[in-house]
């Protein structure tokens, strides 16, 4: 069965302390891999797609990069900005709609 | 370029009665997937539009529907509410060209009590 499991949970951070998120995924024939950012009460806002091993992308303090088995998000000195909930999504399932972690709550305090 | 918009953004509704939502997706994308959006369940695929027809559909009862219009616009149905239907309920629409990024709108809360 295809699945997207992203750890940890939640994660709280003081402001410029760099980290990781991560996003292990079961799926046969990887079609990319979607991150999102989604601030309460708002709608996913679309990051970054990687579609092959080794592939990284960047924008602002994020870093994301793809393996066979899974993706990771890099925060680099984060800001109090960069607090919100982060979903990683693959194409799967028997007709590849994307298939969403349950995301990593992620809190930067000043 | 707009954004996906979704209306409304907030309703309140009672067990038993029935709501439609809609939703106008980015100008010029055909697609429009729909997700309903739990803190416990997290984001679950409900079903996907193309064209004016229903091309993927997920694991939901068939209290859940939906349809798209000739404009791409989509709207989507849920009858005989329940309890556990209150949720955040968001679409996205994706482009063409074989860009599988999908953008989604703000939302709409659903609250049914």
């Known amino acids: 069965e295809d699945q997207v499991t992203q750890s940890p949970e939640a994660l709280r951070l003081q402001e410029g302390e760099s980290s990781s998120l991560n996003c292990s995924y079961t799926v046969s024939g990887l079609r990319g891999l979607f991150w999102y950012r989604q601030d309460p009460g708002k709608g996913p806002e679309f990051l970054f797609t990687?579609?092959?091993a080794g592939e990284e992308k960047e924008k602002e303090r994020l870093k994301a990069t793809l393996t066979k088995k899974e993706s990771f998000l890099h925060i680099t000195a984060p800001k109090p900005e960069d607090s919100a909930t982060y979903l990683c999504?693959?194409?799967?399932?028997?007709?590849?709609?994307?298939?969403f972690g349950k995301g990593t709550k992620l809190s930067v305090k000043p | 370029k707009a954004g996906v918009t979704q209306t409304p953004r907030y309703l309140i509704k009672t067990r038993g009665q029935q709501v439609t939502l809609s939703c106008s997706p980015i100008?010029?994308?055909?697609?429009v997937s729909w997700y309903q959006q739990t803190p416990g369940q997290g984001l679950q695929f409900l079903f996907e539009y193309f064209s004016e027809t229903q091309r993927n559909k997920g694991n939901f009862p068939g209290r859940f529907s939906g349809r798209q219009f000739s404009n791409s616009r989509s709207e989507m149905n849920v009858s005989t509410l329940e309890l556990g239907d209150s949720a955040l309920y968001l679409c996205?629409?994706?482009?063409?060209?074989?860009?599988?990024?999908?953008?989604f709108g703000p939302g709409t809360r659903l609250l049914v009590l």
């Open positions: 990687l579609y092959s």
């Open positions: 999504a693959v194409p799967g399932g028997s007709q590849g709609n994307l298939i």
């Open positions: 996205a629409s994706t482009g063409l060209g074989g860009e599988e990024t999908q953008y």
């Open positions: 100008s010029g994308h055909r697609s």
